[in-house]
């Protein structure tokens, strides 16, 4: 007799939903959102249609939005009024950053913080730490007593957990010194430390105000073409105390991200990146695609990666896509 019990698995909705292996939740959704110092400014990136620079006075609104559809984790980006070489926004208590934070707190308890723990959008050279004027590269031990700071300044605010995203060498380790010193001992971090030097991120930069004036970020940042350098950044950082691991970008890393599934049971994180965002967006308002189904397709890739995360600009319209359809 001839049989196809595969076939039989498929053969209708309900009982494709039985025998499905990979699901996205709400609780996997980890919402960006960009905060700048200017009032009364909500300012649509040209090149991530959709997403806003918001000023602190109109931010509530937007977390309630995000709130009221199902989302329970956000990461504050800043975009302050002033800039300087060693990026002192970041870490003064009235911080944009920290004054963000402490709105949601005391609007929304339960919404978590993730606090972007970087410099670029605060240096006016848009470098991610101080630079040497000797060599004009990023000095990583004076940079490494910046980040500590800030990460401090963002516990003190009320941020549930940090992210440090600047790839300097040994800034988790600090950071976690830094943190247990001040008091913060259960404050989780969430490094970026599988950062990759890619060209998905020119949105962001737009959005971030953060470009760097001169050279590239390829001397702190991965090279897209290493493969093996991933497992020792993820060793290096488990050692040095991180609770969660970032891969950055998604899409064009997904084996990555698996490879990071099988060598570790941290938490991982897909960073659903600036770029990724922008081409998905573009297509579908040229009408290539059904914008909905390549979404979920996209994270649902990155769950069946192995993610258990995801950092997406895309995380109000899952939610409705959640609400309303059959995934």
């Not at 249609?49 to 977390?63: K, R």
């Not at 302050?80 to 609007?107: H, M, V, W, Y």
């Not at 800034?171 to 943190?179: D, K, M, N, P, T």
Request: glycine share 8%; aromatic share 8%.
């Amino acid at each position: 007799m001839k049989f196809d019990r595969h076939r039989r698995l498929r053969s209708s909705q309900s009982m494709r939903n039985m025998v499905k292996e990979t699901y996205v939740h709400k609780s996997d959704l980890i919402y960006p959102i960009f905060v700048i110092e200017e009032d009364n400014i909500k300012n649509e990136i040209s090149s991530m249609p959709g997403i806003y620079q918001l000023s602190l006075n109109l931010l509530e609104e937007e977390l309630k939005e995000a709130y009221d559809l199902g989302i329970r984790g956000v990461m504050f980006f800043g975009i302050p009024n002033e800039k300087d070489a060693c990026g002192t926004g970041a870490f003064i208590d009235d911080g944009i950053i920290q004054k963000a934070t402490r709105l949601s707190k005391s609007k929304f308890p339960d919404l978590l913080v993730v606090a972007d723990t970087c410099l670029c959008e605060y240096t006016d050279h848009g470098h991610c730490g101080v630079i040497d004027e000797a060599t004009s590269d990023v000095d990583n031990d004076k940079s490494l007593e910046l980040l500590v700071k800030t990460a401090v300044s963002q516990a003190k605010a009320g941020a549930d957990i940090i992210a440090p995203s600047n790839m300097m060498d040994g800034f988790v380790a600090e950071i976690r010194a830094g943190l247990d010193q001040a008091g913060f001992i259960n404050m989780p971090i969430m490094s970026y430390g599988i950062k990759y030097a890619s060209s998905f991120y020119g949105p962001f930069r737009e959005a971030a105000e953060g470009a760097p004036s001169f050279g590239d970020r390829k001397t702190y940042q991965m090279d897209p073409s290493n493969r093996l350098e991933a497992f020792r950044e993820l060793e290096s950082d488990i050692k040095e105390g991180c609770d969660m691991m970032i891969v950055k970008p998604a899409l064009s890393y997904l084996d990555i991200i698996r490879d990071v599934r099988n060598r570790s049971d941290l938490p991982i994180v897909a960073y659903n990146v600036s770029g990724e965002y922008s081409m998905t967006k573009a297509a579908s308002l040229n009408g290539w695609i059904d914008e909905e189904k390549i979404v979920m397709e996209q994270m649902t890739s990155m769950k069946r990666a192995g993610a258990d995360m995801i950092i997406t600009y895309f995380a109000k319209d899952i939610c409705k896509y959640l609400d309303g359809g059959d995934y």
